[in-house]
Each structure stands twice: as structure tokens, then as C-alpha cells.
């Protein structure tokens, strides 16, 4: 067999392993204080955007009650 189809046929577990841990040194992992900054901001941008919905979902609420009470 040539080598191409030999690469081709198998799986080998460790050479698997070998270019996981290859590819994951090649990440560019982000410091502390930049993790932080980002989950923070995250974490303010749903409260953020939970309020606002929230905030719509009461407008809406409280006009159909309105119509809803012209209606009778």
C-alpha cells in the first residue's frame, strides 16, 4: 500500500491526540484582565438587553389590556 492510502485507511488515536495538542499551543489565549473585561461586559449586556425586553413586554402587556378593555 502506498502511504497516501495507508493515512487514508487508519485512525490513529495518538497522532489524533498529537495534532489536538499541536493545534491547542497554536491558540492565542486570552490574558486575565482581558477575560475579565469580556465577561463583564457580557454579563452588562444581558441585564442590559433582559431589561429592555422586559421593558417592551410590559408596554405590550399593558396596551392589550387597554384594548382589550374597550372591547367590552
Known amino acids: 500500500m502506498s502511504e497516501t492510502t ?4 487508519g485512525f ?4 489524533f491526540l ?4 499541536a493545534e491547542f499551543n ?3 489565549w486570552p490574558s ?8 463583564i461586559t457580557v454579563i452588562i449586556t ?3 438587553i433582559g431589561a429592555v425586553i422586559s421593558g417592551l413586554d410590559y ?4 396596551g392589550y389590556q387597554q384594548l382589550m378593555g374597550l372591547v367590552k
Open 6 to 9: 495507508e493515512k487514508l485507511s
Open 59 to 62: 408596554i405590550f402587556a399593558f
Open 46 to 48: 444581558s441585564a442590559i
Open 32 to 39: 486575565r484582565a482581558d477575560l475579565v473585561k469580556q465577561t
Open 18 to 21: 498529537q495534532d489536538i495538542r
Open 26 to 28: 497554536k491558540v492565542i
Open 12 to 15: 490513529n488515536f495518538k497522532t
